[in-house]
């Protein structure tokens, strides 16, 4: 393998004199004060060789030597991940030793003394190809698929499996013997490097079926499909991380992977908390038991927060070639893009807008793009949803991250610092944010075969009733209360009916806090009804304004309400009865 | 001070504003060196070519300087011995006290392993009901004040951190006038807490790169107390800006590409590392907790400045004060104030109806807002504006003013009072539960 020496160091990246030939974005590890420091190369200039180390550099001396791996950055991919802790390296956390973080200290990602119930699904004499289902393997009941080794080439015959029994993740399952007539032993470990994507799918079609996930403003207002994209930018303490978590929690998936990249530790430290204690409200088992949590935060070493996200992708695309849909969350994909900044500003690259790298805009759309929905060539379908949050600087998005990130995603959950500041959560505004999944047919189709036909006209109504809200909004402002007529205060009520019963929504509250998609339908139905009522009559605005808020209060207490409990039943015929419904 | 066994070089080849250059051999990263006695660090290496940064500037340093390395970083020696004293940015004592004696150890260390930290759960009670009601802080908070350089936020600082019950309280000051490090000074031995105080000192008359150690000085002390002691350790630094203003000085000086702002493009990453020190500990390793209050002041309330906008996105949460015009008191601001922590404790901590009652005076205190703007611009005012002007007002007054000192359920009841005084049950939108206990009641 490859040698280098260290001749240079600034800050995280290093320069190497090697002797030999070294790939493109390849691991080396560099020697000092006993510890290896893992590093990726990422630019070369004949002999000389720029890494980013994932670690500091602190004490690091020209002559100290290092080694290259001849691979990039990969990961190992098992069962056994699930309910994990990793950082951006997929290093365990949970084994590392100490209270602090210590330096060149590398760990496992996978449990090898553990034994896993193998089932073959494949036999001897089949003809299979890479990412082919070759046996199964149950971790917290969810069917783990053993596949055929992600980089074999071409076909291959199953030579040899084991029957059903128990083994170790580095047992021998499967002998296959390739094209070549090569025998290939076949382990339930599978490596890929992070930063390609994964194509093993017969096609990816547009996505098409709702991902409910409990939050009414997405759910109802602006939806987002298994196997699509969105994002959430917002100035901080507007509640994108409440949001996302909110999501992870109660999002209809079967595996959810945190990606916390370069975001608060505390942050990491409530969903380690909760999420063994929460429970899935699908399922009803523990979520932590789907739940893959990949932590880099702020103080860990900048450069792992790039490859943190690549990570979890990977992760992503690995259970979705088992036909699973999973559920990918970036917090935050801004400091991701930071990260590069930092590492170009370091190459004295030239910089492009707010110096960032020119290359921003490739690599955020690259990454989304390897989200979707995708038909198996078995047949089987997965998903990868990915949800990732930006961090504009002072909340203007006019910066190269939301703009960049606003050409790819498909929808778009604006938070807004006026209705935050209001406490009107989730802040998402209801007027700039988006779903194009509303203007898909197949999503159409697909609402009406599993909810009803009139679901999508009924919430774009709505949509159109909250623009004209607005608008009259600002009319009273310049005119007054009595400077428009009593019509224009009923129907900026009716809006606010709209925003404070459907949008607004309590996540700490234990009933609000998730609505299932069966008592959204009543609720947008219930508001539809009041909305399209027009026979109010009042004599001037004020009774306006009593008779809306005792309305908003008694819908509220309705969302407050157990589902199809007396008291939510209640409320119900209370606020029909006021209504004079 | 250099020993017999080390090199002395003594051809600098470059001299910038803040940096020196030599040629060296065998000099690690981040290593500490003496040009002529003045401490400096090194910043670059590449092949021989060293670069140091030179903390009290390179003013008459000459090219014949003699420069010795030490062979280590920047580190503070931590015991029992730091309490009660006063440090400057080296750690080195500017009270007329003898030098401490203990174990040296080297600042800007590693990271907790977040799997190791404890979700905080313990409030701190500070009486004032702008913090505690509305904004309630939690030990291992990482919280800034956003404040313009005339408000008093070092006042508040110090009545927090004397309410607060910390067994040590360490003040970070960075770019301090020499009033203010007084003020601290005289208001902590005032109040008999001197024993429990330790602090690092850079005034506006010391250099300004000096000032890029004194958080990892406070913070390495803080970790000494709080790791190995198990102490409850709270660290005040101010100001921030004046930190960051630092960093881009020397981020000039080595001729980066500046971001937004001409601060250098790993801004969040220099804050977050001083921030994220802030933590909670088990008791499975025997507690103890590192809380942090900041200040960053702001030029003319302009929070979209890179300083205050990447400290946002780093911190739980922040503290704005202002001048209420109504009743010209300092109150603390409860639109723009947050503390992203504080639904760990509101309702569990505290009483169950906080999370309520805290949310609807808010709300109300909004339409106030509204209903100002109105009055402003020469509308008619309902009798509903009217009365949340008049809540407003009293609200103001009664709870969010600094001056306030409460405990938690005192503060509820007020509210509820306040909130039955001017309006009607389905006004509040208050859960029944609550309503059907406290309503009348208060």
């Known amino acids: 393998m490859t040698k280098g020496t260290v001749s240079g160091v600034v800050s995280n990246m290093v320069t190497l004199r090697v002797d030999g030939p070294v790939l493109q974005g390849e691991i080396c590890y560099i020697h000092t004060g006993g510890v290896r420091l893992m590093a990726e190369v990422i630019k070369v200039l004949g002999q000389d060789v720029y890494v980013q180390v994932f670690e500091s550099t602190r004490g690091l001396k020209v002559g100290a030597e ?118 290939v032993n076949v382990t339930m470990v599978q490596h890929w490097p992070v930063k390609f994507a994964m194509t093993n799918y017969a096609e990816k079609p547009r996505p098409f079926k709702l991902l409910e996930t409990g939050v009414r403003t997405i759910d109802t207002f602006n939806p987002i499909v298994e196997g699509g994209t969105g994002f959430i930018p917002g100035p901080f303490g507007t509640g994108k991380t409440v949001l996302q978590h909110a999501i992870s929690k109660q999002a209809e998936a079967d595996i959810v992977i945190i990606a916390a990249c370069g975001e608060r530790a505390n942050e990491v430290v409530e969903i380690f908390s909760e999420f063994p204690e929460l429970v899935d409200p699908h399922t009803g088992r523990k979520l932590m038991e789907r739940t893959i949590i990949i932590a ?119 938070l807004e610092q006026d209705r935050a500041d209001k406490k009107r959560y989730p802040a998402v505004n209801p007027i700039d944010s988006y779903s194009k999944y509303l203007e898909y047919p197949e999503f159409a189709q697909y609402m009406q075969e599993h909810i009803n036909a009139e679901w999508i006209p009924k919430v774009l109504r709505l949509k159109t009733r909250m623009q004209r809200g607005k608008e009259i909004a600002e009319q009273i402002n310049i005119l007054g209360d009595d400077g428009v007529p009593v019509e224009y205060h009923i129907t900026f009520w009716k809006s606010e009916v709209i925003d404070f019963v459907i949008l607004q929504q309590d996540a700490f509250d234990e009933v609000d806090s998730v609505t299932s998609l069966e008592r959204q339908e009543e609720i947008l139905n219930l508001v539809t009804d009041i909305c399209n009522k027009d026979d109010y009559h009042f004599e001037t605005f004020l009774d306006v304004t009593d008779f809306f808020k005792k309305l908003i209060n008694l819908c509220k207490q309705m969302n407050y309400s157990e589902y199809k409990s007396e008291a939510y039943y209640d409320y119900i015929r209370q606020v029909k009865e006021l209504v004079g419904m | 001070m250099a020993t017999a066994f080390q090199k002395v070089y003594t051809q600098i080849s470059q001299i910038t504003k803040a940096t020196c250059s030599l040629k060296a051999k065998g000099v690690g990263y981040d290593e500490l060196a003496l040009i002529n006695g003045k401490l400096a660090q090194v910043v670059k290496i590449m092949g021989d070519d060293v670069t140091l940064q030179v903390f009290e500037g390179t003013g008459g340093i000459p090219t014949n300087a003699e420069v010795v390395f030490l062979g280590k970083a920047p580190s503070l020696k931590v015991s029992e011995q730091l309490a009660g004293r006063f440090f400057n940015a080296y750690g080195q004592p500017i009270d007329g006290g003898p030098e401490i004696e203990g174990r040296e150890v080297e600042i800007g260390g590693p990271s907790v392993n977040p799997v190791r930290r404890k979700q905080p759960s313990e409030l701190i009670a500070t009486g004032i009901a702008g913090i505690d009601l509305n904004n309630t802080l939690v030990s291992g908070q990482k919280i800034p004040f956003f404040a313009d350089p005339d408000q008093p936020f070092n006042e508040v600082m110090a009545l927090v951190a004397l309410r607060a019950k910390a067994d040590k309280i360490i003040l970070g000051g960075m770019g301090m006038t020499n009033d203010d490090y007084y003020f601290f000074r005289n208001t902590f031995s005032n109040a008999g807490a001197l024993d429990r105080i330790i602090a690092f000192m850079n005034t506006t008359e010391d250099p300004a790169v000096e000032r890029l150690l004194v958080p990892d000085m406070a913070l390495a002390a803080a970790e000494y107390f709080a790791v190995e002691k198990h102490e409850t350790v709270l660290v005040l630094l101010t100001d921030m800006t004046s930190y960051a203003d630092s ?158 000192n409460l405990n938690t359920e005192e503060m509820l009841d007020v509210t509820w009072s306040l909130l039955q005084k001017y309006f009607r049950l389905e006004e509040v939108n208050i859960k029944k539960e609550f309503t059907d206990i406290y309503w009348g009641k208060a």
């Open chain 1, 296 to 414: 880099n935060t702020s103080n860990m070493p900048v450069a792992a927060r790039e490859a943190s996200v690549y990570t979890a992708m990977t992760m992503a695309e690995y259970y979705r070639s088992m036909g699973l849909r999973v559920l990918l969350m970036a917090d935050s994909t801004s400091r991701w893009a930071q990260a590069l900044r930092e590492m170009s500003n370091r190459m004295e690259e030239l910089p492009g807008p707010d110096a960032f790298p020119m290359d921003l805009g490739a690599l955020i759309s690259n990454f989304y793009g390897r989200a979707g929905y995708v038909i198996l060539r078995n047949g089987q379908t997965g998903s990868v949803t990915f949800l990732g949050t930006v961090s504009p600087a002072g909340g203007n998005l006019k910066e190269p991250v939301t703009e960049n990130t606003k050409k790819v995603a498909r929808c778009f959950y604006g």
């Open chain 1, 66 to 183: 290092a080694e290259f791996t001849g691979h990039m950055l990969e990961i190992q991919l098992g069962p056994g991940m699930l309910s994990k802790n990793y950082d951006g390296l997929q290093n365990d956390l949970d084994e590392m030793e100490g209270v602090f973080l210590k330096r060149g200290q590398y760990t496992d990602p996978l449990d090898n003394d553990r034994l896993w119930v193998f089932k073959p699904l494949a036999k001897p004499g089949d003809v299979v190809q890479e990412s082919d289902w070759l046996g199964e393997v149950e971790e917290n009941h969810q069917p783990l698929k053993i596949m055929a080794p992600f980089q074999l080439k071409g076909k291959a015959t199953v030579k040899s499996i084991v029957p059903e029994g128990e083994y170790h993740v580095r047992d021998v399952v499967a002998v296959l013997t390739d094209e070549q007539g090569n025998d």
């Open chain 2, 247 to 404: 960093l881009s000085i020397v981020s000039n000086r080595m001729d980066q590409i500046p971001s937004k702002d001409s601060m250098p493009g790993s801004l969040y990453s220099d804050l977050a590392k001083i921030y994220e020190k802030a933590v909670q500990f088990p008791e499975s390793v025997g507690g103890g907790s590192i809380t942090i209050i900041a200040v960053t002041t702001l030029s003319g309330g302009d929070i979209t400045h890179a300083v205050p906008d990447n400290t946002g996105y780093i911190t739980e949460g922040q503290l704005y004060l202002r001048r209420d015009t109504d009743t010209g008191k300092v109150i603390v601001d409860p639109f723009r104030s947050l503390s992203r922590l504080k639904q760990l404790v509101a309702g569990k901590k505290t009483r169950k109806d906080h999370a309520q009652v805290m949310n609807a005076a808010i709300r109300l205190y909004a339409d106030a807002a509204n209903a100002k703007t109105k009055l402003e611009n020469g509308f008619d005012l309902t009798d509903y504006d009217n009365r949340c002007l008049q809540f407003a007002h009293e609200y103001a007054e009664k709870l969010l003013a600094i001056d306030v």
